[in-house]
């Protein structure tokens, strides 16, 4: 038995949806597309009845059992990504943005559906859209309560295997300013919705799992009280904050315009945004390690952040490090 086809509506009316509910306390449950064009937002059980399956933990859950399976990656050409990639240097270097996300589609080959990874993953936020795509994100966007938001910017990974201590994730240039670029961002962007806004926690480090070895990764939490006109517009908090600043760049509105001309594909669904209300908290992910189905074929999207300081194959190593499963 297939599942329907998933009703998705505009952006506009989701928000106006999440503030009607976030006012009276009403729960739902949510995606919306990287460009904030369109998503879907209902019930749990609604989402069940269309085989929509969300995940959102606190902590990540370790399935009972690992299936055995097979995973290829066939990533872009290093050539081609070294094009992509001098064009980004090129804008940096202009001065017409500061951080760039580039990110590529990887074809793959797994021997496992999208409902099987969905169930064996390990991460933060889950997320199945039958026939589409399956999301693993260890990326918090925003936790809002009814007085506070906090938001939680991930930049930075290195593998565990080669690095026993994620101290040289923490003292490297590159990786120091794209993380201060981000913080930046993110801190400028809450202060739409919240005063006042601080810091609490900067460039700390979770151990993610990956199937070809775990990965360090770097984040840092912001937060700041709600201004009384946007407690409980939870729809308008997040028409103020997207797209999320830690999957474009900064400035944002001109690193848009650079990701639309460079990376020759759409992103679609992928870093984008998934989220529950609980009719107390609203707690939302950014939608990267993102596998999608396109007809018979399987593409695995991801990337990074660059700056003036990045190099092309090391940020290549990057976007290709980060095409795994988290078993």
């Not at 930046?184 to 700390?204: C, G, H, M, T």
Request: net charge negative; aromatic share 12%.
């Amino acid at each position: 038995m297939h599942a329907p086809p998933v009703p998705y509506i505009s952006f506009t009316d989701m928000c106006h949806y999440m503030d009607e509910k976030g006012i009276k306390g009403e729960a739902f449950v949510f995606f919306i597309d990287y460009k904030a064009n369109q998503g879907w937002i209902g019930t749990l059980d609604e989402a069940k009845r269309m085989g929509i399956a969300f995940s959102i933990a606190e902590k990540p859950i370790k399935p009972k059992a690992i299936p055995d399976f097979h995973f290829e990656k066939y990533p872009i050409l290093p050539e081609t990504y070294g094009i992509k990639f001098r064009a980004v240097k090129e804008a940096l270097h202009r001065g017409d943005s500061f951080l760039v996300n580039l990110t590529q589609a990887t074809p793959i080959n797994c021997s496992l559906t999208l409902k099987e990874i969905f169930e064996s993953a390990q991460a933060l936020y889950k997320l199945y859209v039958p026939g589409q795509f399956v999301v693993f994100s260890p990326e918090t966007f925003i936790k809002v309560n009814k007085t506070t938001i906090s938001s939680y910017p991930m930049k930075g990974t290195l593998s565990v295997k080669n690095n026993p201590s994620p101290a040289a994730l923490q003292s490297n240039a590159k990786e120091q300013a794209e993380h201060a670029t981000i913080v930046d961002l993110i801190r400028n962007d809450v202060s739409q919705v919240a005063f006042p806004i601080q810091v609490e926690k900067y460039k700390y480090i979770d151990q993610i799992k990956s199937h070809e070895g775990d990965l360090w990764q770097m984040s840092s939490q912001i937060s700041g009280e709600l201004l009384p006109e946007y407690r409980g517009k939870l729809g308008s908090i997040l028409q103020k904050l997207l797209p999320a600043g830690s999957i474009s760049g900064a400035p944002k509105p001109s690193t848009l315009q650079i990701i639309e001309e460079i990376e020759g594909y759409e992103r679609g669904f992928y870093t984008g945004i998934m989220g529950q209300f609980d009719g107390q908290e609203l707690n939302t992910g950014v939608m990267i390690r993102f596998i999608e189905q396109q007809n018979e074929n399987l593409v695995f999207k991801s990337g990074g952040g660059i700056t003036v300081f990045s190099e092309a194959e090391t940020e290549y190593q990057e976007l290709i490090q980060k095409v795994y499963l988290p078993f």
